[in-house]
């Protein structure tokens, strides 16, 4: 029982002493070690560790960042994109203006119904354009792949089956539009 009581008494006065070193810490005291002297210097030093750490993190966030421009040139990002925005535009224009020669409208309301289109398309190109699927695309590829995957995929996109999969990827997209309107 003597031990343990001892062994418990210790305990205490550690815990005693840390809540003490985190009262004076967050009164702006410096840190004082067991002999007495002030620990700054150790403070410095774990200060430019962790600036050292933010750097080094910043500056492979920017890296990755670049990479990722890269890919997007690389790809064939932009060019698909826009292919595909003005292949939705089309087929949505062609089922509007089968759509509209089913009600017969008279000259007014077809002037209408062509603002109504003509609003309709200015608001996709908005909203689906490149412009603004860009900075969605780059965030989404940041959070999703790796340094080492995006380098990965670089490398692919300068093989000849990654340069048959760029300039082949439009018509897929074509054929695979074209099908399912079909249905």
Wanted: hydrophobic share 35%.
């Amino acid at each position: 029982l003597g031990r343990r009581a001892r062994g418990l008494q210790a305990r205490e006065l550690d815990a005693e002493r840390v809540e003490i070193r985190a009262h004076r810490e967050m009164a702006g005291e410096p840190r004082l070690d067991h002999d007495g002297a002030a620990a700054t210097e150790r403070v410095e030093h774990g200060g430019a560790r962790e600036a050292a750490r933010e750097r080094a993190h910043e500056t492979s966030r920017r890296r990755l960042q670049e990479r990722v421009q890269c890919l997007c040139d690389v790809s064939g990002a932009r060019q698909t994109t826009e292919r595909i925005m003005q292949q939705m535009e089309q087929a949505l224009m062609m089922r509007l203006k089968q759509e509209f020669a089913k009600l017969q409208p008279s000259p007014e309301e077809e002037k209408l119904l062509q603002n109504a289109t003509d609003r309709i398309r200015k608001t996709l190109q908005k909203g689906m354009g490149w412009e603004s699927a860009e900075p969605l695309y780059k965030e989404i590829y940041r959070e999703t792949f790796t340094q080492e995957e995006v380098e990965g995929m670089l490398a692919f996109y300068k093989t000849p089956a990654g340069i048959a999969l760029i300039k082949k990827m439009p018509v897929v997209m074509e054929k695979t539009m074209q099908v399912s309107q079909k249905r």
